[in-house]
């Protein structure tokens, strides 16, 4: 089994930044991505960014391209998700997830997800 811990959420002003963090732990795999998503109340799950663990290959959706920005730390098993200039639109439940392929990475198919973190932006 894989553990996924999120943390770095919180309340941010407009145009603030924070910076997300999630520690992995558990079972190891060869080739893997992992992705940070967001969910807002009464909206489907959402893709942000992605990145292949092994080589730091990045994939970004088009409403977060220039503002997010995905990293991962190999040392501490962590990926993070800095994000800047937030709107009140970013409010959501943010979670990291952990892909057990190199494919399918902008979809929602993940195989280990964390609890998720609040992030709530005000205007």
């Known amino acids: 089994q894989v553990q996924l811990v999120e943390s770095g959420g919180g309340l941010v002003q407009t145009a603030g930044s924070l910076r997300l963090s999630c520690a992995a732990s558990?079972?190891?795999?060869?080739?893997?991505?992992m992705g940070w998503f967001r969910q807002a109340p009464g909206k489907e799950r959402e893709f942000l960014a992605g990145i292949t663990w092994s080589a730091g290959r990045t994939y970004y959706a088009d409403s977060v391209k220039g503002r997010f920005t995905i990293s991962r730390d190999k040392s501490k098993n962590t990926v993070y998700l800095q994000m800047n200039s937030l709107k009140p639109e970013d409010t959501a439940v943010y979670y990291c997830?952990?892909?057990?392929?190199?494919?399918?990475?902008?979809?929602?198919?993940?195989?280990?997800w964390g609890q998720g973190t609040q992030v709530t932006v005000s205007s």
């Open positions: 997830a952990l892909r057990n392929s190199l494919v399918g990475v902008t979809t929602p198919k993940y195989d280990y």
């Open positions: 558990g079972r190891t795999f060869s080739n893997y991505v």
